[in-house]
Every structure is written in C-alpha cells, then in structure tokens.
C-alpha cells in the first residue's frame, strides 16, 4: 500500500505562483515515477506534470509547459509542482499519483487531492 498526500493548494490571483507538495510514504521501493494531474469541474481528469523518480527525466502538458515545474526530494519521498503565471484556466483539484515498476503499470492515485484557484 502506498499512502500519498497533497498538500499546497490555495487561492491566487491570475500571475501568481504556488508551490505543491505531494509526500509518498508505504510500499514505495518500486517507485517508477510519480505525477501531477488536475481535474477541473466538468471536465476530466488531465495529466500535468511527471518525473522520472531515477534520473528526474520530467514531461509536461501542453498547456503548463514553460509556467510549472515538477521536482523531487529523495529524502523526504516528496515530490513538488511549482506553478508560476498561473491562469484561472488553472483552477482545479489537484492530485498527485504514484507509478509502481514500470511505465505500462496503470497510475495510483491515493490523495484526496489540493485545490487550486486562480482568481482573474
């Protein structure tokens, strides 16, 4: 079992930064990568931001690219979003999830997420 954690979230205004945290704890010695998604109301659940635990190889949205950064921290089995000129096209839950092994395994979602809102 692996425990996630989300926490950061909060009200910005459109341009400001906030900085995520996601602390994984349990079963993680197989960790492969761990990931940021979002979920808007209405709308699905999209990826955002992910890194490879190993070498801290990261991948990006389109639409984030360039504005947020996704960072680990080893000893502290965390990983972070930091998000800048943030947009209120940003509001949304969001979740951190964890990958076991290898890339073909299925994402592990454990938190119940951090709100994000960006006021205009």
């Known amino acids: 079992q692996v425990q996630l954690v989300e926490s950061g979230g909060g009200l910005v205004q459109a341009g400001g930064s906030l900085k995520l945290s996601c602390a994984a704890s349990?079963?993680?010695?197989?960790?492969?990568?761990m990931a940021w998604f979002r979920q808007a109301p209405g709308k699905e659940r999209e990826s955002v931001a992910r890194?490879?635990?190993?070498?801290?190889?990261?991948a990006y949205s389109d639409s984030v690219t360039g504005r947020f950064t996704i960072s680990r921290d080893f000893a502290k089995n965390t990983v972070y979003l930091h998000m800048s000129d943030l947009r209120p096209e940003d509001t949304a839950l969001y979740y951190c999830?964890?990958?076991?092994?290898?890339?073909?395994?299925?994402?592990?979602?454990g938190g119940q997420g951090t709100q994000v809102t960006v006021s205009p």
């Open positions: 890194i490879l635990w190993s070498n801290g190889r990261a």
């Open positions: 999830a964890i990958q076991l092994g290898s890339h073909t395994v299925p994402w592990t979602f």
């Open positions: 349990g079963r993680t010695e197989r960790r492969y990568a």
